[in-house]
Nanobody
Framework: QVQLVESGGGLVQAGGSLRLSCAAS????????MGWYRQAPGDPRELVAH???????NYAASVKGRFTISRDNAKDTVYLEMNSLKPEDTAVYYC?????????WGQGSQVTVSS
């Protein structure tokens, strides 16, 4: 059973930066794809960024150029560096990992961007 624990959310002013981390435990082998999703009140959960086990990345159009996803396979940790934050980035952010065909989710981290 893979467990994902997130950290790094919080309150920041527009234009500021935050870094989210998500540490995985319980896997014997390298995790497959890992990603970050977010969900604002009343909205569906949406993909923010994804990174494969080999390091290939893709981003939602709304965050491209501002957010950077990375992973440290030795630590089973995925990061999301968020720069030039906007009020519309306010949401609960969830990390996600795929392992042997199963999807696992973190507990969620609140990110609030004030204008």
């Amino acid at each position: 059973q893979v467990q994902l624990v997130e950290s790094g959310g919080g309150l920041v002013q527009a234009g500021g930066s935050l870094r989210l981390s998500c540490a995985a435990s319980g896997s014997r082998f390298r995790l497959d794809g890992m990603g970050w999703y977010r969900q604002a009140p009343g909205d569906p959960r949406e993909l923010v960024a994804h990174i494969t086990s080999g390091g290939s990345t893709n981003y939602a159009a709304s965050v491209k150029g501002r957010f950077t996803i990375s992973r440290d396979n030795a630590k089973d940790t995925v990061y999301l560096e968020m720069n030039s934050l906007k009020p519309e980035d306010t949401a609960v952010y969830y990390c996600n990992a795929r392992y042997f065909g199963h999807m696992y989710w973190g507990q969620g981290s609140q990110v609030t961007v004030s204008s």
